[in-house]
């Protein structure tokens, strides 16, 4: 039996592009969706010797009716989508006293507004179509804890946002036969790390988190997008036919370590 086709938000870079490259290089279909134009033809470029099918789309998921849009077309071209990851989102570090009202805003519009509204329209598809499902989120060890780095207070409030909104949908809608779940990476080596240093410090503040990720994290390193692409995957797939409600960590061992030494 061939598997569902899967619809990917935030699939122009990091997290989301390394899932997008693993359900097309395993032959399943994929709906790519994203904001960003030129990371989806860049995506397009890469993906197009693999064998799975790849639909770009391009749209913003805090609009409800973009996100109406997207699942709309895809399911148009690729039936209807059982199989969902919220990968869309972004990072502004800054104290909670220097933060701007408008960036605390915009984060949580982008990480938790943008995942309920991928998971709203998803699971009423699939309520609709009488079909089960599942849907995998992206949340974070700062949804769990207050990392020492600092400057988290709008990430961390959205990525608890989601996890919150993970379990109450897995309780809602585990009766449609539709799993909800999420994974949680550490640091891993994406765009989206850097996100809120200026171009030309880029470089050196790279070389700067490969070290305290060598100090910090149990295993020493940052993860590669396709380590928590994996993790992904294995939640989607019917391999965790009992699994909802749950959280994946993936995180070296980052959330298992006090930074206590007594
Ligand atoms: N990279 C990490 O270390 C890490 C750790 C913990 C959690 N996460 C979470 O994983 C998810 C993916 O992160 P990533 O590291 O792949 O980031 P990334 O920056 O590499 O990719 C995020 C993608 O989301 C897209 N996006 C952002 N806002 C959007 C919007 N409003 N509409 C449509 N697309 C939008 C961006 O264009 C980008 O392509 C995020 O939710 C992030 O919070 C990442």
Not at 123 to 130: G, L
Request: net charge negative; proline share 3%; aromatic share 4%.
């Amino acid at each position: 039996m061939t598997d569902p086709a899967v619809l990917v938000t935030g699939a122009a870079s990091g997290v989301g592009r390394a899932t997008v490259m693993l359900w097309t290089s395993r032959g399943v279909a994929v709906a790519a969706t994203d904001r960003d134009e030129d990371g989806l033809r860049s995506l397009a470029e890469e993906a197009k010797t693999l064998r799975g099918r790849l639909y770009t789309l391009s749209g913003d998921v805090t609009s409800e009716p973009e996100v109406e849009r997207i699942f709309t077309e895809a399911s148009e071209e690729l039936g209807t989508i059982m199989r969902v990851v919220a990968s869309g989102g972004i990072e502004v570090n800054a104290a909670a006293h220097e933060l701007s009202a408008a960036d605390w805003e915009h984060v949580l519009q982008a990480n938790l507004t943008g995942t309920f509204l991928t998971c709203k329209v998803a699971v009423k598809a699939m309520v609709d179509a009488h079909v089960g499902g599942s849907i995998v989120c992206l949340s974070s060890p700062a949804a769990f804890v207050g990392l020492a780095g600092g400057g988290n207070a709008a990430y961390a409030a959205s990525m608890g946002g989601v996890s919150a909104l993970v379990r109450s949908l897995a309780v809602d809608y585990a009766g449609y036969g539709i799993r909800v779940n999420a994974v949680v990476p550490g640091a891993a080596e994406t765009p989206l790390l850097l996100s809120g240093v200026p171009e030309p410090d880029r470089e050196s503040s790279h070389d700067d988190l490969v070290e305290r990720a060598v100090r910090e994290v149990p295993l020493g390193r940052l993860a590669k997008p396709v380590e928590i692409a994996q993790a992904v995957a294995w939640l989607l797939s019917d391999r965790a036919s009992y699994v909802t409600g749950s959280h994946l960590v993936c995180d070296g061992g980052l959330l298992a370590k006090s930074a206590s030494t007594f």
